[in-house]
C-alpha cells in the first residue's frame, strides 16, 4: 500500500498557468450535493468563479438538493445551475439502475467534458458514469476523512475508472490511499480557500439586532445542526461557561448559525433542561457570516469529525480565536499556534476550559487571533487554492488529449 507521505503537490502559480489557456471553452460541470451554504459548495462556487471569469471556460453546476443558498451567487458570476433529484436511489437496486442512467443522459444532454464532483456520493456516482456520459476527464475532490460510504464494490468500481483525486486535508488523503486503495501518486492535496473579509458594519451591527448588553463576551459557532457537529457537548460547555464566568460580568451569549437540521428541537430542549435557553441564541441560516463574524469575541467548533472546516477558516480571516475540537481537520486549519485551544471531542468540561481561557486573557486572545488571520492568507488564501486547482484541471485535460 502506497505511503500517504508520497502524496503529489500540484505545481504552483507558473506551472499552473502555463497550461491555463487550454481550458477556454471547455464546458465543466460541478457536481455538488446541493446549493446550499456547505463548505464544499463554497469551495466549489470559488472555482467555478474563477474558472469561468479569468479563463473563460464553459462552467456549469448540478446539485443534488434543493438547497439554494448559493443561488444568487451563481446567477451573479452568471453561472448556469440545475438540480437533479434522486427519485429512486434509495428505493430499490432497479431505482439504482434508473438513476445511473437518468444521470448519464444528464451528463450528455450537458455535453460535459470535464466532471468535477464534490463530497463522497458525488465522487461516486461520477465515477461510475462519467466515461459513458461522453466527458473526457473526471477529478475526484475529497472533502471529509471517509463519511457517507457506500457499499465496498461499487466504491471499487468508481475509484477504478478514474486517474486523479484530490483531497482538501491530509487525513482525507489519507483515507483515499489507505482506505480506498488510491496508489498516492495519483493524490493531490490542495487546502481549502478562504476569501479575505471586506471592511463592512460596526462590530454592533449583529448585537444590537439580537439586544445583547454591551461589553458582553459573545461566542458563536457557524455549522447546521447536525448530529456530527455536536452542539449538544457544546451547550453543556456553555453551561459551564455561565456558572464560571467572574462574578459581576456581563451575561455571555452563545450564538449558533446554521440551518435547522435533525437536531434542532433536541438541542432547543438541552438548552431549556440546562436553563440557558436565554443566554443561546439559534440564528438558522445567516447569509451574511462577515457580519456575524465581525459581532463576535471567540469561534468554537465542536464538532467530532470534519475535513477542515470552511467554517474555521472563516473566523480565523476575521482574526478571531478558535476554539475547537483536537481532531486532525482543525488540527490542520490552526497550525501550532491555535493548537493550545483545543479540546478533546465529546468533553464539555475541556472545552469550557478552553472558552474560559481565552475570555480571561485578552492578550493571548489578541495574539492567536492576529496570528490566526496571517495563516488565513498564508496558507488558505484563495487564489492559492484556485491556482493548483486550475494546474490539475489544465493538466489532466491536456493528458486526455484535448
Known amino acids: 500500500m502506497s505511503s500517504p507521505q508520497r502524496l503529489v503537490r500540484p505545481p504552483r502559480n507558473g506551472a499552473a498557468k502555463q497550461s491555463d489557456p487550454a ?120 472533502r471529509d476523512e471517509g463519511r457517507a460510504r457506500l457499499e465496498g464494490w461499487i466504491e471499487r468500481i468508481a475509484v477504478r475508472t478514474l486517474r486523479r483525486f484530490v483531497s482538501n486535508s491530509r487525513h482525507g488523503a489519507a483515507f483515499l490511499t489507505e482506505h480506498l486503495h488510491v496508489p498516492a501518486e495519483m493524490v493531490s492535496l490542495v487546502a481549502n480557500g478562504v476569501e479575505m473579509p471586506e471592511p463592512g458594519p460596526s462590530r454592533t451591527n449583529m448585537r444590537d439586532a439580537l439586544g445583547l448588553p454591551p461589553g458582553a463576551l459573545v461566542v458563536c459557532m457557524v455549522a447546521n ?32 448559525a446554521g440551518s435547522f437540521g435533525d437536531r434542532h428541537d433536541a438541542l432547543v430542549q438541552q438548552a431549556m433542561a440546562l436553563s440557558i435557553e436565554d443566554r443561546v441564541h439559534f440564528l438558522g441560516t445567516v447569509h451574511d457570516v462577515n457580519d456575524l463574524l465581525r459581532s463576535v469575541d471567540l469561534a468554537v467548533f465542536s464538532s467530532f469529525t470534519e475535513g477542515v472546516p470552511n467554517a474555521v477558516l472563516e473566523a480565523m480571516a476575521h482574526g ?22 483545543l479540546a478533546a471531542p465529546r468533553d464539555p468540561e475541556q472545552l469550557a476550559e478552553r472558552i474560559l481561557m481565552t475570555v480571561a486573557d485578552p492578550a493571548l486572545r489578541a495574539r492567536i487571533g492576529q496570528r490566526a488571520r496571517e495563516r488565513a492568507m498564508d496558507v488558505f488564501g484563495v487564489d492559492r487554492m484556485v491556482s493548483e486547482m486550475t494546474g490539475i484541471i489544465a493538466a489532466e485535460w491536456a493528458r486526455a488529449g484535448r
Open 23 to 142: 481550458l477556454s471553452g471547455v464546458r465543466i460541470l460541478f457536481v455538488l450535493p446541493s446549493l446550499g451554504l456547505g463548505g464544499a459548495e463554497r469551495q466549489a462556487l470559488l472555482l467555478a468563479r474563477h474558472l469561468r471569469a479569468n479563463l473563460q471556460a464553459d462552467v456549469r453546476i448540478v446539485a443534488m438538493s434543493r438547497e439554494s443558498g448559493l443561488v444568487e451567487a451563481c446567477e451573479a458570476a452568471h453561472i448556469p445551475h440545475a438540480f437533479f433529484d434522486l427519485t429512486h436511489a434509495y428505493r430499490s437496486r432497479l431505482g439504482h439502475l434508473k438513476d445511473l442512467l437518468r444521470f448519464v443522459l444528464l451528463l450528455r444532454r450537458e455535453r460535459a467534458q470535464i466532471v468535477l464532483p464534490y463530497c463522497m456520493f458525488q465522487n461516486v456516482l461520477c465515477g461510475l458514469t462519467w466515461w459513458t456520459g461522453g466527458a473526457s476527464v473526471c477529478i475526484w475532490n475529497q
Open 225 to 256: 445542526l447536525h448530529g456530527k457537529k455536536d452542539h449538544a457537548t457544546l451547550l453543556a460547555a456553555w453551561r459551564l461557561v455561565i456558572d464560571r464566568q467572574p462574578e459581576g460580568s456581563p451575561p455571555p451569549h452563545l450564538l449558533l
Open 320 to 341: 478571531l480565536p478558535v476554539v475547537g475540537t483536537d481532531f486532525e481537520g482543525i488540527q490542520e486549519a490552526v497550525g501550532p499556534e491555535g493548537a493550545g485551544l
